[in-house]
Structure formats: structure tokens, C-alpha cells
Nanobody
Framework: QVQLVESGGGLVQAGGSLRLSCAAS????????MGWYRQAPGKQRELVAI???????NYPDSVKGRFTISRDNAKNTVYLQMNSLKPEDTAVYYC?????????WGQGTQVTVSS
């Protein structure tokens, strides 16, 4: 049974920081690419950050320089460090795994940034 469980969301003021965690089970974590996505009201789900099984990372311009994705294969956990948060970062954040086209999703964690 595959499970991706996000944690660390919450309410923070603009300019603040949060660190999200995603603990995975039921997959061979080290060979999976991992990603964070978010979905805000009225918007499509969008990619926030990816980290490959080879530790390569990529970010869209909207978060580049503010967010950092990392992984700890020994803990089967991927993280998203979010700094300098803006109200437009408010969304449900989802953890994703991918290997050979097979993807799994977490249940999501709410991040709310107040102005």
C-alpha cells in the first residue's frame, strides 16, 4: 500500500517561513523522482518544485530563490522549505512521487499566508 503523507502546513504571515514534509511508504523511495505541487482556489494544480532520484532540482520562476526542495532517502522523506512567503503562495500543497510514469499523490496540506 502506497502512502504519501504531508505535514507542516499552517498559517503564517507574509514574509515568514514554513517547512513541509512528505513521508513516503510502499515505494522504493530512492529511485522515485519527488515533487511538490500546489492548487489555489480558482487555479489549476501547478508544479512547485521537483527533485529527481539523482538530486537534480528545478523550480518555476514564481518560487525560485524562495523555496528549496530536498530529500532524505534514509528517512523516505522529501521536504519543501518555503521562505519569504507571499499571500499568493496560499494553496493546498501536494506531494508527488514518480517512477517510470507511475505517479502517486499525497492528501495535501493547507498553507495559508496572511497579508
Amino acid at each position: 500500500q502506497v502512502q504519501l503523507v504531508e505535514s507542516g502546513g499552517g498559517l503564517v504571515q507574509a514574509g515568514g517561513s514554513l517547512r513541509l514534509s512528505c513521508a513516503a511508504s510502499g515505494i522504493i523511495f530512492s529511485i522515485n523522482h519527488m515533487g511538490w505541487y500546489r492548487q489555489a482556489p480558482g487555479k489549476q494544480r501547478e508544479l512547485v518544485a521537483i527533485i529527481t532520484n539523482g538530486y537534480k532540482t528545478n523550480y518555476p520562476d514564481s518560487v525560485k530563490g524562495r523555496f528549496t526542495i530536498s530529500r532524505d532517502n534514509a528517512k523516505n522523506t522529501v521536504y519543501l522549505q518555503m521562505n519569504s512567503l507571499k499571500p499568493e503562495d496560499t494553496a493546498v500543497y501536494y506531494c508527488n512521487s514518480e517512477f517510470r510514469g507511475i505517479m502517486y499523490w499525497g492528501q495535501g496540506t493547507q498553507v495559508t499566508v496572511s497579508s
